[in-house]
């Protein structure tokens, strides 16, 4: 191998090696996101348990 071709390779692992840094933190994130968005529903459903509407008080 001449010393072009190691060069190449090495290029190309060290730009590899950045997608899968990438990678890892899109998956990261996306992760965070949905734990956020879910937390979010479970809250807003605890919170519309709790209170009542203010419907049912128009009905009288």
Do not use: H, Q, Y
Request: glycine share 8%.
């Amino acid at each position: 191998m001449n010393m072009r071709s190691v060069l190449l390779a090495a290029a190309m692992v060290v730009m590899l090696n950045g997608c899968a840094v990438f990678a890892v933190a899109d998956a990261a994130v996306t992760v965070v996101a949905t734990t956020v968005k879910v937390g979010a529903k479970v809250v807003g459903a605890g919170v519309d348990a709790v209170i009542p509407d203010d419907d049912e008080d128009g009905k009288k």
